[in-house]
């Protein structure tokens, strides 16, 4: 079991340029999320899939961020026209979707650096 | 909604005292509460976690007990070790995702 892999582990995007992150959860999981870190906010709920649909994405900013899961396999999340202030460390987490009391599994993030 | 705070940002303690993080929480179902740890450049894991009103929970060295009554859920060590030095989130979960605090760094020195 490889864990929650991410894909790259860095990328440095220009102002205004679209980055698009991936994330290939645990094999079996149904429920993955993403999650935004940096040191002022901590850890951000973004969005959440479960088998594949996306259940809640109240944390996505409305403008700019989209997040997909076509299949079981991994989501991407795609962040157009990036501004300084999306660099940040992107988290995606994975679980088996049993409910409150259910571990969720973390990858080491993607660090965005919008310059 | 449900949030979560942690109070201290920064923590430096001394190889061997104890340590405890604060955290507390505001929700309106029966919480679950966890912490997670964080070292520098790997992923957040699961420290330990809690449901069961005034129960201790252990792990690691660490504990913690949740206190519905005062909404708490501190971390505590009896004696730290350089190797805890990390960042430590406790976090809520509202039955599917996991909402968290800002965090507290611990620092170990020497």
């Known amino acids: 079991n490889a864990g929650v892999i991410q894909t790259p582990r860095h990328k440095v995007t220009g102002k205004g340029q679209e980055a698009t992150l991936w994330c290939e959860p645990i094999?079996?999981?149904?429920?993955v999320f993403w999650y935004r870190q940096t040191i002022v906010q901590g850890l951000e709920f973004l969005t959440y899939?479960?088998?594949?649909?996306?259940?809640?994405d109240s944390g996505m900013p409305k403008e700019r961020f989209s997040a997909q899961m076509p299949n079981q396999s991994h989501s991407t999340l795609k962040i157009q026209s990036t501004q300084p202030q999306d660099s940040a460390v992107y988290l995606c987490?994975?679980?088996?979707?049993?409910?409150?009391?259910?571990?969720?599994?973390f990858g080491k993030g993607t660090r965005l650096t919008v310059v | 909604g449900d949030s979560v705070t942690q109070t201290e940002g920064l923590v430096t303690l001394t190889k061997g005292l104890p340590v405890m993080l604060n955290c507390t929480y505001q929700?309106?179902?029966?919480?679950?509460l966890f912490w997670y740890v964080q070292h520098l450049n790997e992923a957040p894991k699961l420290l330990l976690k809690?449901?069961?009103?005034?129960k201790r929970t252990e792990h690691q060295g660490f504990y913690a007990t949740l206190h519905k009554s005062s909404s708490s859920f501190h971390l505590q060590k009896s004696s730290v070790q350089l190797s805890d030095s990390a960042l430590y989130f406790c976090?809520?979960?509202?039955?599917?995702?996991?909402?968290f605090g800002s965090g507290t760094k611990l620092t170990v020195e020497p």
């Open positions: 976090a809520l979960s509202d039955y599917n995702v996991l909402y």
């Open positions: 094999s079996g999981h149904s429920a």
């Open positions: 987490a994975s679980s088996l979707g049993g409910g409150a009391n259910t571990e969720v599994f």
């Open positions: 899939f479960r088998n594949q649909a996306p259940i809640d």
């Open positions: 809690s449901s069961t009103d005034n």
């Open positions: 929700t309106t179902y029966s919480p679950f």
